[in-house]
């Protein structure tokens, strides 16, 4: 296994310095003695590892194609990874331009990055990474180090953390069109906010997935089409400390269609996880907050006040509380009694009417709509979902933040109105 991991470190710093010229309208920036710096565009072939002590920092406005569809290349970082893009040069990480495609979206092209027990930090600020997912064989740098599931025929998710001593920062980025979950996280503290998770899984796969050993912030970010659940939250893995998330402001739409199971829509929690949700709008999901039913969430949790908006009949009973099913609705919680009661008003989403919400096993193929970058999910002018939000929480992060190669993190304050953007002005 060493001699494996040897071979990839090799690579990376083969391709690391085999890249293009330097940008040369960019001031040279000093980094850490020993680092691994990606300055330009660069194509991946091979499974790439950063090394136990090493940090690898990728600048602004680069480009990582994966481009191996045997190797299905997989990023395994051992030491730290540093990725600072900006809203004008954001850092891509995709694929060869024919796989990018809306039939071939969730065709598991490449891994994911793939952090080991030794990673203590990592950032991504202004990153996008699709059309992920693979599904792990004997020759996959993870299975090599035995990371995340520690065997063959996985599909791995596009960001795994796993330190419990470890932090990161996933900020202002997106995830889109990847074949399973987008985030899966058993450790460490973090702060997840301002991002947008858009189309994964292909059978199965939840945007944001959490287990024991995390305490995070989780708050204003976009989550459309997942697969399984917007989030799902659980205290599995008995690792030290108990799994304690808030998740606050975030907008979850049009997800759970195409799980044909009782899981699937907006969010899950289970085995004593001690979750916070507030202020949360749930819209147009399969089903709206659900509990495992034989294996609960911690008494601590607060879930409500949240907002759950359906447009469809079955979308209202599927929303109602429900303690057999594990259907959970708060006593503050903003619900449609009716089809299209309480519409959030979206500035330019218009909530679909003729969808099914039990796509899944109807397999009737009335799922939620291919995702439109011009869709404005702030609040329109009259909005119910604009008042009624918590701020009187504690935030793990909110004053002392995480403090991350020198810049200190902090999460966003509540905000009074439901979900992640507010109205738009």
Known sequence: M?????????????????????????????????????KNDTTIKAHVIIPIGKSLYIEPGV???????????????????????TAE??????????????????NRYWGGIICGYDSKEVVLDYVTLEYGGAQTTEQSASFQNQLFKTKTGEGVPVLHFCNTAGQFVVQNSTFRNNAEDHIYITGGKSIVMNNKFIANGFDG?????????CLADIANNLIYDANSNGFKLSNSGALEPQAHIIVYNNTVVN??????????????????VHAELYNNLIADC?????????????????????????????????????????????????????????????????????IDINAGTTKSGKVAKTY?????FRLGAGSPALTGGKTDFTRHFGTTGLTIDGKTYKSPAPAAYFGAYGAKI
């Open 2 to 38: 060493k001699k494996l991991s040897f071979i990839f470190a090799a690579l990376l710093l083969l391709v690391t310095f085999t890249s293009c010229d330097p940008k040369e309208d960019e001031t040279e920036k000093v980094y850490p003695a020993g680092s691994i710096v990606w």
């Open 286 to 354: 399969r089903w709206g907050v659900k509990r495992d039913a034989s294996n609960v969430e911690d008494a601590r949790s607060i879930i409500t006040p949240n907002y759950l908006f359906a447009s469809t009949a079955t979308g209202v009973t599927q929303y109602g509380a429900d303690a057999a099913k594990g259907q959970l609705v708060g006593a503050n919680d903003k619900v449609s009694t009716t089809a299209g009661d309480k519409n959030p008003l979206f500035a330019t989403f218009s909530i679909q009417t003729d």
């Open 372 to 376: 439109n970058s011009t869709w404005d």
């Open 63 to 85: 480009t990582v194609i994966m481009d191996d569809t045997i190797v299905r290349p997989e990023i395994v970082v051992l030491g730290n990874l540093y990725c600072y893009g």
């Open 255 to 272: 997800s759970g269609w195409r799980r044909p199971k009782v899981k699937g829509g907006s969010i899950w929690v289970e085995t004593n």
């Open 89 to 106: 040069k954001p850092i891509t990480f995709t694929v060869a331009p024919q796989y990018r495609t809306e039939a071939k979206r969730f």
């Open 205 to 213: 796969g939840e945007a944001i997935n959490y287990k024991s050993g």
